[in-house]
């Protein structure tokens, strides 16, 4: 166990609905990521936070998806209008010192 | 473009045999590297980093590996493995100290056979 927990693990959507995903990084970690993991490929880059600042985001994310971080605390991804494509595993991991602590991942598989 | 390159997709090896995965990345200066371990439903956990210093880096479970900036490669290795190393390793880079984002390699899955 990492200390980072995301909700829910497993997601099975129809296509076309809304999906939020949720991290809980490690409480004093002040930056958190969030990456998407397809089979067979290592996670790719969506999005970084520094407390409640979103700093940068990936061209992978498309205007359906969005990510906050009210108050610097927990995390929210939501994917509107899922498409077949957006079918993945999909990590948040918080950082200090430089090491990612990755959470153990939300599978979205979208029917 | 940056990019990480693991070779390997699948390597099989006998338990007690030798292990060495390899990873060779692209980019203009030294970046800074690192192998995860990635067990199934489990989230990836860190196995060890290079910044700078000694190129051959100690980490968990036994692991390590060697940073070669000749051949841009820091290739993983471990002198006897265990049936619990089962997994899939990715190598991945960041591109300098004050960044966290990482560039993963497509991973290399680890079989072991007793």
């Known amino acids: 166990d990492t200390g980072v927990s995301q909700d829910p693990r497993h997601k099975i959507t129809k296509r076309g609905q809304n999906v939020t995903f949720r991290c809980d990084p490690i409480?004093?970690?002040?930056?958190l990521y969030w990456y998407r993991q397809t089979l067979g490929q290592g996670p790719e880059f969506l999005t970084y936070?520094?407390?409640?600042?979103?700093?940068?985001k990936s061209r992978l994310l498309s205007d359906r998806f969005s990510a906050e971080r009210p108050k610097g605390s927990f995390s929210t991804l939501e994917i509107q209008r899922t498409e077949q494509g957006d079918s993945a595993m999909y990590l948040c991991?918080?950082?200090?010192?430089?090491?990612?602590?990755f959470g153990q991942g939300t599978r979205l598989t979208v029917v | 473009a940056q990019s990480v390159t693991q070779p390997d997709i699948h390597i099989t090896v006998s338990e007690g045999a030798s292990l060495e995965l390899r990873c060779n990345y692209s980019?203009?200066?030294?970046?800074?590297l690192f192998w995860y371990v990635q067990s199934p439903g489990q989230g990836l956990q860190l196995l060890l980093k290079?910044?700078?210093?000694?190129?051959l880096v100690q980490g968990i479970k036994g692991f390590e590996a060697e940073f070669k900036r000749s051949q841009s490669s820091f290739n993983l290795r471990k002198p006897s493995v265990h049936w619990s190393d089962a997994a899939e390793y990715f190598c991945?880079?960041?591109?300098?100290?004050?960044?966290?984002?990482?560039?993963f390699g497509t991973g290399t899955r680890l079989q072991v056979f007793p």
């Open positions: 980019y203009g200066a030294t970046p800074y």
């Open positions: 290079y910044f700078s210093g000694d190129t």
């Open positions: 936070f520094q407390n409640e600042a979103q700093l940068e």
């Open positions: 409480s004093e970690h002040n930056r």
């Open positions: 991991a918080s950082i200090k010192n430089t090491e990612a602590f």
């Open positions: 991945a880079v960041a591109l300098s100290y004050n960044t966290d984002k990482l560039i």
